[in-house]
């Protein structure tokens, strides 16, 4: 029972756990701001926390409401399943025009350290107020979540996953990360990196 369940979920969850780690890894101003945070050891923990349990949260939207809209109107999946298709090979072409054309490395600005307060209201602007954060988890995840059926709670897991693991992992490695983050070729790298894994999903949901 245990291997059948295993066979059915996991290849579920790793395309979750995938799919989450190519939409998060881009450059924007929520991973600078945990970047930033990590850099000065500030509230490490609950911007991290507050990240993760806020796209955790999106996800879940998401997902659920793709599940139940989907068995009401058959036509919805399809409709999302190709407009899921043609999102990823946009930010695939954007992510490898970033790595063709390269650019400065993300270098976080020293200032005075804050409290706690004000790092969470700025972490959470930077995440609800962002209309891409709703089009990458609700209706990005959403949308592939549909194809796996009854396995929908694993991909969904897997994304969740992917948001904890990165955001903990940016937050507590940054100053590890300092020198890697610092220069533009690390940035072209994983930009190239990103526009790869988009474009397999996308070809990925066209087929399937």
């Not at 919805?76 to 999102?87: I, K, N, T």
């Not at 790595?99 to 790092?119: K, V, Y």
């Not at 990165?166 to 937050?171: D, E, M, R, T, W």
């Amino acid at each position: 029972m245990t291997e059948l369940s295993t066979a059915v979920l996991l290849p579920a969850f790793l395309p979750g756990l995938f799919l989450g780690f190519s939409l998060i890894v881009a450059i924007g101003a929520q991973n600078a701001f945990v970047l930033r945070q990590g850099l000065r050891n500030e509230h490490v923990l609950a911007i991290c926390a507050t990240c993760a349990l806020s796209d955790a949260v999106l996800i879940l939207v998401g997902v659920s409401g793709f599940a139940s809209a989907g068995a009401r109107w058959t036509w919805l999946e399809p409709l999302m399943r190709y407009a899921g298709a043609a999102f990823l090979l946009v930010y695939g072409l954007r992510s490898a025009r970033s790595a063709w054309q390269g650019g400065s490395g993300l270098n976080p600005a020293d200032r005075e350290p804050g409290g706690l307060l004000p790092a969470l209201l700025t972490c959470l602007a930077l995440t609800w107020l962002n209309p891409h954060v709703y089009l990458d988890t609700v209706v990005l995840v959403g949308s592939v979540s549909a194809r796996f059926a009854e396995a929908r709670g694993a991909f969904a897991l897997g994304a969740m996953t992917a948001s904890f693991l990165f955001f903990f992992a940016l937050g507590y490695g940054a100053r590890l990360l300092r020198p890697l983050f610092a220069r533009p070729t690390a940035w072209r790298v994983m930009d190239g990196g990103i526009a790869l894994v988009m474009w397999a999903i996308a070809v990925g949901l066209l087929i399937g």
